[in-house]
Structure formats: structure tokens, C-alpha cells
């Protein structure tokens, strides 16, 4: 029994880990769900697209060894500048910059700053008629914003390795949502045009953060009360099987934290349907049903181009590090 353990906790961890973030299944969800929330002039275009923004919704994690500077748009180590963090981090990119630098800003996360970028990239891809822009921007600006929603990306202690609780990271934003989000009711009515895209971000970005306690001290009182021999189980995947964290720790952890997940998933399906929409109207509210759907040639070649981020990601496995 020993030694099958052995393997099978050996599989897990050489298998690849496309658990980064909220995972790949809650970050299609959030995707998909937002689709619903948009008004009759954009949610026939996004309809007849929603396999490819719910599929693509992962394309950022997919590209973080592919792309440079990819990794710190996932996060912000908002308690890395102190407690005083809400008064005196600039919600201007310029400004941030000329206050820390940018090799400082990129080394502790940017995603509050990305995700505003990233709207001005939709606005002007929508006032382009460009659908695949549209599709790619639409879907990417999806994960970050998500991201900016999930309490431990938003501190150092990102996979509780500062206080003893590595894999964490994984347990919240992933085990968490793949076990339960069918309990939850996703849905958030009609999509709102956001005034003040960089405050409505930040203010997300510090609920997030004001989430982090409870994340980590829930679960360290959970730990100390359960067997160790009781904290995982295995389950198949694929041709694998893999260590998980058991379903009886799994249910309690969710039940603690009373809700927790369920309403920042929900907060995540809201923000992103509000900046298509607020993107699409500061665009002038283009008419989406003159927008051709993407040729065949243009998705094969970005399908090319997913399969040469998987390579390059598994080319580097070897020098590979936790990250956010």
C-alpha cells in the first residue's frame, strides 16, 4: 500500500498543472456565465462565440512560459507595500511607475493596472469591428478580472508556504469550485455600465485581499482538528491517479468559510459581463450582428498557436517555480 502511494503521489506531481488561478474549469465557468448577463445587442455575437470565449478563457495561464511578463498580470502582493497599501498605491500605471519602478511593480503583481489596460484594448477592438480581437481581448480581460477576485492573489503568501499550509492556493481557487459550483446560483441579472473602470477594479482587488485571514485561518483550524491520514484521498485522472484533498476536508473547509467562493465567483461573472459591456458602449455601441465570425484559416492558426505555448511551458518544467 505504501508504495502505491508513492506513485501516485509521484504522478501528481509530475503531471501537468493547469490548476493556476481560479482553474481552468471556474475560469470557463466565469466566462460563460457572463455571456448570459449581456443586453440583446452584444449577446447574440457573444452567443454564437461562447465556446471559444469559454474555451479560451484559459488562454493566459496556458501562455505563462510562452509569453514574458506574462505571470505578474494574475496578481498583486497588495501586503507587500504595508498596511497602508489602500491610501498610498496609485491606481494610475504612470504614477505607479514613477513611485516603485516597473521591475518592482512587475516582481509583486499588476493585475489591478492590467485589467484596465486590457479595457481600453476591447474598447478599441470593438470600435474596429475586429472579431477576433474582440473574442481574444473578451476572453483574456475574463481571466484577470477573475483573478483579481481570488483572495490569495492578492498576498506574498500566495500557497500558505509562510505559514505552513502549502497547496492552499490550489485547494481554495480550484478543489473548492470543481466539488461544489453546481450548488451555487451563478447568476447576476443585467450587466451595468462601470463609470470608473480602475476604482471598480482596485475596490475588487481589496476585497480580495481583506478575504486573505479568513482563507488561511480557516483552514489552519480545520487542519489541526482533522487525522492527517483523513486530510487527502486519490482520485483517477485520466490514465493517472492523483492526491487530492479529501471530500469530508473538502466540505468542511467550504462550509466555513460560509459562502466565501460561491459570491466571489458570482462578484467575478458580474465584473467581467460589465466590462464587455462598458467596453462595447465606449466604443459607440457598435452593431455587432455586421461583425463576420472567424474563418477557419484564422482559428486553425490559433490553435497552432495554443499548442506552442504547451510546448515551450513543458520545455521549461525543469526550472519551473510556484508562482501566483
Not at 474598447?123 to 483573478?147: C, K, N, P, Q, V
Not at 486573505?212 to 483523513?230: H, R, T, W, Y
Not at 461583425?291 to 484564422?298: D, F, G, R, V
Request: hydrophobic fraction near 40%; glycine fraction near 4%; include cysteine.
Amino acid at each position: 500500500m505504501f508504495k502505491v502511494q508513492l506513485v501516485c503521489l509521484f504522478l501528481y506531481l509530475i503531471i501537468p498543472n493547469e490548476s493556476d488561478a481560479w482553474g481552468f474549469y471556474a475560469h470557463k465557468l466565469i466566462n460563460r456565465h457572463a455571456v448570459f448577463s449581456l443586453p440583446p445587442e452584444m449577446v447574440g455575437f457573444f452567443k454564437r462565440h461562447i465556446d471559444y470565449i469559454t474555451d479560451n478563457a484559459v488562454n493566459p495561464d496556458r501562455r505563462r512560459y510562452a509569453v514574458d511578463n506574462e505571470a505578474p498580470r494574475h496578481f498583486i502582493d497588495i501586503d507587500y507595500y504595508g498596511d497602508s497599501a489602500f491610501q498610498i498605491l496609485p491606481r494610475s500605471w504612470n504614477m505607479a511607475v514613477a513611485k516603485y519602478g516597473e521591475m518592482q511593480l512587475h516582481e509583486h503583481g499588476i493585475v489591478p493596472w492590467y485589467v484596465n489596460t486590457m479595457k481600453y484594448r476591447l474598447t478599441t477592438a470593438f470600435s474596429d469591428g475586429d472579431a477576433e480581437s474582440i473574442l481574444r481581448i473578451a476572453s483574456d480581460i475574463g481571466h484577470y478580472i477573475a483573478d483579481a477576485h481570488v483572495p490569495l492573489h492578492s498576498t506574498q503568501n500566495y500557497n500558505g508556504q509562510l505559514t505552513d499550509q502549502y497547496g492552499i492556493h490550489g485547494f481554495w481557487e480550484t478543489r473548492l469550485p470543481e466539488l461544489f459550483a453546481d450548488e451555487y446560483d451563478l447568476l447576476v441579472g443585467q450587466c451595468e455600465y462601470v463609470p470608473n473602470v480602475q476604482e471598480a477594479i482596485w475596490e475588487e482587488v481589496f476585497k480580495s485581499q481583506g478575504a486573505v485571514d479568513s482563507v488561511l485561518s480557516i483552514e489552519k483550524k480545520i487542519s489541526a482538528k482533522f487525522p492527517a491520514d483523513k486530510k487527502y484521498s486519490y482520485e483517477e485522472r485520466g490514465n493517472t491517479f492523483v492526491q487530492v484533498y479529501a471530500m469530508d476536508y473538502s466540505r468542511q473547509y467550504h462550509k466555513r468559510l460560509n459562502g466565501m467562493v460561491a459570491k466571489r465567483l458570482k462578484a467575478s461573472i458580474k465584473m467581467v459581463a460589465d466590462l464587455w459591456f462598458t467596453s462595447w458602449v465606449d466604443a459607440g455601441q457598435p452593431d455587432l450582428s455586421k461583425i463576420e465570425n472567424l474563418t477557419a484559416s484564422q482559428l486553425e492558426a490559433f490553435e497552432i498557436e495554443k499548442k506552442s505555448w504547451l510546448e515551450i511551458k513543458f520545455k521549461n518544467r525543469d526550472h519551473e517555480v510556484t508562482q501566483h
